[in-house]
């Protein structure tokens, strides 16, 4: 059993709330599935990453899924538990687009391509 600790990496299905069911309905493994193995998502995939998708874990998913639900499976619960897991760390591993601000900017009350009121442009 996994000890406590600060990482979601270390945490047990129990400590994430996927003790008693799949994380996920085993059809939104399905539909991810056939999703990813769709042409407008193969042609989006080669012309943006010049591969096509990696699809299989979403089958070996939908597969552990119908065992889990089946035969309660504690291989097949463990193998999906490791996967979602594997999915939540790899959405977090990417930084933000923008910094975030901690305040608006001080002329946020100005309309879009002016720098100043008109009674400060005096010059």
């Not at 089946?70 to 933000?96: F, G, H, N, T």
Request: positive net charge; charged residues 30%; hydrophobic residues 20%.
């Amino acid at each position: 059993m996994a000890t406590p600790s600060s990482s979601n990496q270390d945490q047990g299905p129990t400590a994430l709330g996927l003790d008693k069911e799949p994380p996920r309905t085993c059809e939104d493994y399905w539909s991810e599935w056939k999703h990813c193995k769709g042409i407008r998502n193969l042609f989006h995939n080669y012309y943006t990453y010049g591969e096509a998708p990696s699809c299989e874990q979403w089958k070996i998913d939908y597969g552990n899924c119908r065992k889990w639900e089946k035969s309660k499976s504690p291989d097949a619960k463990e193998s999906l538990c490791k996967s979602e897991r594997v999915r939540i760390l790899e959405k977090q591993k990417y930084d933000p687009v923008w910094q975030l601000r901690k305040s608006p900017p001080r002329d946020w009350y100005l309309p879009l391509g002016q720098d100043k009121p008109k009674h400060l442009n005096k010059t």
